[in-house]
Every structure is written in C-alpha cells, then in structure tokens.
C-alpha cells in the first residue's frame, strides 16, 4: 500500500512539473504586441505564403489570421536571394514596390469565425533569384528547387469595426468600401 501512494504521488509530481513547465513555455512564446509609433499593432503570425509561378513570376498571399482587426497596411521584405523587379498585379488593395520591399495599403478583413480562414489579399509581382539548377544524370538529368523562407511582413496600420464608417440605409459593405451595420 505504501509502495502504491508512493508511486501516486511521484507522478502527480511529475505532471505538476510538467504543467508548469508548459505554462512557462506558453508564457514565453506569448510575444509583446507589435509596436508602430503610439499604437500598438496585434500580433499577426502564419499569415503569408509566397509561390513560384514560373518564368520569374510569383506569387504572395497575405492572410488576416487575426479575430477583431482589419490589415490596413502592410510592408513584405522578400528573403534574401529574391529581387522584385515589379508588381504586376494585386487586387483588393494598392501596392507599390520601395526600396526593394512591397508595401500595400487596403483592408484585409478579420476571420468571420475560430475555424474559418481569414479574408487575404494576392499580389503577383516578376523577381528574380532562387532559380532552378539542372543536374545532370547518367539517364539525362532532373531541375532541383531549393526551398525558401517567405521573408517577413511587418503590419503597419490596422483598424477594428469600431472604426469603420455606418453603412447607408440598404447599403452593403463591400472589400473595396467596407460600413458596418451596426
């Protein structure tokens, strides 16, 4: 009986260290909110994904993973290795191409729910670099791409639905003009 408690009580030692353990990890990972002048921004994580479409053209694809806050301004610094020559198209917002880095201005919407993805916007753009290498084989030979971190955004303006304007009577809200109803 004694050899018994003394194993239920190493073990309820044991989770209890283990729940600490996780409760200081938790608390660690849980990083300061972002900082742009006086306002302080959402952390904004998971959000983008950048794509080779071949020929030099890609793709990035900016998600709103956050509950309450619209994207009003973004910056992308591309990873190292990738030159954007120019932007060729991204709808839903107004992107330009400074100092190597696309910034954009438009309102990516919040997710609508927990389990739904977030409203997100595309930009097409021509780069250079990262470029497929031909290895030649004894049965001929194969392309080999190497992968890529997708560089890093920085959200530099957001806003909430307390800041978006009253929709008109029988007006809807559209991505291009969003109102709120309430």
Do not use: H
């Amino acid at each position: 009986m004694r050899v018994q408690a003394a194993r239920v009580l190493a073990c309820l030692a044991c989770l209890a260290a283990l729940c600490a353990t996780g409760a200081a990890n938790a608390a660690r990972s849980a990083g300061p909110p972002i900082a742009a002048g006086d306002q302080a921004l959402p952390k904004f994580q998971n959000n983008v994904t950048l794509r080779w479409i071949g020929a030099g053209n890609w793709e990035l694809y900016v998600e709103n993973t956050n509950e309450t806050k619209f994207i009003n301004a973004f910056e992308w610094d591309p990873p190292a290795g990738l030159t954007i020559r120019s932007i060729t198209s991204s709808p839903g917002g107004r992107c330009s191409l400074v100092a190597g880095n696309i910034r954009c201005a438009g309102n990516i919407a919040p997710i609508p729910c927990g389990t739904c993805p977030g409203s997100g916007m595309t930009i097409d753009f021509r780069g250079s670099g990262f470029d497929s290498k031909w290895v030649p084989t004894s049965y001929g030979g194969y392309w080999i791409a190497f992968g890529w971190q997708a560089g890093n955004l920085s959200v530099t303006s957001v806003s909430s639905f307390a800041d978006l304007p009253r929709c008109a009577k029988g007006q809807v809200g559209t991505a291009a003009k969003p109102c709120s109803k309430t």
